[in-house]
């Protein structure tokens, strides 16, 4: 019982707070401060930021000439020197940002267009690196170690043999009402979803012509059959996800690119289909474990 709960307590932990600690931009001074913010306008003489513990609270300007650097929560930084100039991506982006429709409402993408795909992505990532079927048995989180492969040596396992562990770990354990719930975004905008992906480019570099058909194919499967197939998931859906977001991780499409709505549509799906397997990791958590998250006590969904 004290294992479990344990198990639980790191597992309310990383569903509460697992992104808010990417989530902020950190302002480097000169003098070796540093300042936990959420940068609003980088302007030519002077830096315009909220404090990131207290983001209802008043904007602050700091002058360019007493900071060092700007590290922003999408990883990306900027150094100033004494004639810095603005940063013209951050506002740009600021500037180009613009309303984007998913399946339920209205929201506002706003200083980095994939900013919900990463920390999507982030989570699930997150997640896979753990072996959940020793997790449950030792009663703690158990990351992946070194396996013996067939000629005896140890080696580590890749990331597609941790990302289908957990969608094997989760599809063994769940009930037809949780693959209810996992199609059901993505059948709400069914006709809208085939539109979007059919718009794919491949870049020859992580997504070629045969990913993209294949990811096609697969995601068509899973809207129009009724028999859900965890391979289809396993070998057509998530191996493309993955290509999408070493795209994005690595810089190989451009900031125009990125920010095209035809892009946003298409990550908008990727991050639904990303942000439901997360969700049906939690499901099955809860049942295995016997507890309730505090997030569903909360109602976060």
């Known amino acids: 019982m004290i294992q479990n709960f344990k198990l639980f307590t790191l597992l309310t932990f990383i569903s509460l707070f697992g992104f808010s600690a990417m989530a902020q931009d950190v302002i480097i001074l000169k003098n070796g401060d540093e300042i936990k913010s959420l940068v609003q306008e980088i302007g030519t003489e002077y830096v315009k930021y909220k404090r990131f513990d207290n983001q209802t609270g008043p904007i602050y300007n700091m002058a360019k000439t007493e900071i060092f650097m700007v590290k922003y929560e999408n990883g990306t930084k900027d150094v100033f020197n004494e004639v810095a100039k603005p940063i013209e991506t951050k506002e740009a982006s600021v500037q180009e940002s613009t309303s984007v429709k998913n399946n339920e409402n209205t929201e506002t993408w706003t200083l980095y267009e994939p900013t919900k795909f990463v920390y999507a992505y982030f989570a699930f990532n997150s997640f896979y ?173």
Do not use: A, C
């Open 129 to 301: 690196n753990h072996n959940w079927d020793e997790s449950i048995r030792r009663g703690r989180l158990w990351q992946f170690r070194l396996k013996e492969n067939v000629e005896g040596k140890r080696t580590y396992y890749t990331e597609y043999e941790k990302f289908i562990s957990m969608i094997d770990f989760i599809f063994s354990n769940i009930e037809e009402s949780d693959i209810e719930y996992f199609l059901k975004k993505l059948k709400r905008r069914k006709e809208d979803t085939i539109r979007i992906i059919n718009g794919i480019e491949p870049d020859g570099v992580n997504i070629y012509e045969e990913d993209k058909k294949m990811f096609i194919e697969g995601l068509k499967i899973l809207l129009n059959e009724e028999n859900f197939d965890t391979s289809v998931l396993k070998e057509k859906i998530i191996p493309f996800i993955y290509g999408v977001r070493n795209n994005i991780f690595h810089g190989v499409k451009t900031f125009d690119q990125m920010i095209g709505v035809s892009q946003r549509e298409r990550l908008d799906i990727y991050t639904i289909i990303i942000m439901d397997i997360n969700e049906l990791l939690f499901r099955v958590l809860e049942k295995e474990i016997q507890i309730t998250l505090l997030t569903r006590k909360m109602g976060i969904r």
